[in-house]
């Protein structure tokens, strides 16, 4: 079971002006566990590197991230890592949501496989989860 998490706002693309799904849309919850020596390497990936480079994308790529928000854990779970939510609300059907894909776009190739080493070091392989949800009319 995930720890308690913990809403961080990231200044630049802001989380602020974000619009939760209506009814019936669809709403997209991604688990990354992350190794416990590896937390300040991912969040500085996450909030010095991935959401700033939102910046050097297009307005609708822009979008994807203005419409996801990102917890934080405020514990381990119980196998010790600990899990960061992504929660993309709603999805943007059709757009591109792949970290490497972005990443390029933002830095070119070099540097972007560069900065998606930073993340694939800290998560755990192979092990995040993820949610494909609706919106529920209440």
Same mark, same amino acid.
């Given at each position: 079971?995930?720890? !308690?998490?913990?809403? *961080? $706002?990231? +200044? &630049?693309?802001?989380?602020? /002006?974000?619009?939760?799904? %209506?009814?019936?849309?669809?709403?997209?919850?991604?688990?990354?566990?992350?190794?416990?020596?590896?937390?300040?390497?991912?969040?500085? !990936?996450?909030?010095? *590197? $991935?959401? +700033? &480079?939102?910046?050097?994308? /297009?307005?609708?790529?822009? %979008?994807?991230?203005?419409?996801?928000?990102?917890?934080?854990?405020?514990?381990?779970?119980?196998?010790?890592?600990?899990?960061?939510? !992504?929660?993309?609300?709603?999805?943007?059907? &059709?757009?591109?949501?792949?970290?490497?894909?972005?990443?390029?776009?933002?830095?070119?190739?070099?540097?972007?496989?560069?900065?998606?080493?930073?993340?694939?070091?800290?998560?755990?392989?192979?092990?995040?989860?993820?949610?494909?949800?609706?919106?529920?009319?209440?």
């Amino acid at each position: 079971m995930l720890g !308690f998490i913990t809403l *961080i $706002f990231v +200044p &630049g693309i802001s989380q602020t /002006s974000h619009m939760a799904a %209506k009814p019936n849309e669809t709403v997209w919850v991604v688990a990354y566990p992350v190794k416990a020596s590896k937390r300040a390497q991912y969040e500085r !990936f996450v909030h010095e *590197i $991935f959401w +700033p &480079g939102a910046k050097k994308l /297009s307005v609708a790529e822009q %979008k994807i991230f203005k419409q996801t928000r990102i917890l934080h854990p405020t514990k381990a779970d119980a196998d010790g890592y600990y899990s960061y939510l !992504f929660i993309m609300d709603p999805v943007i059907k &059709g757009a591109d949501y792949d970290i490497a894909s972005l990443l390029t776009k933002m830095y070119g190739e070099p540097k972007g496989k560069e900065y998606f080493k930073l993340f694939t070091d800290a998560v755990k392989p192979n092990s995040y989860k993820e949610y494909i949800v609706t919106q529920s009319k209440d």
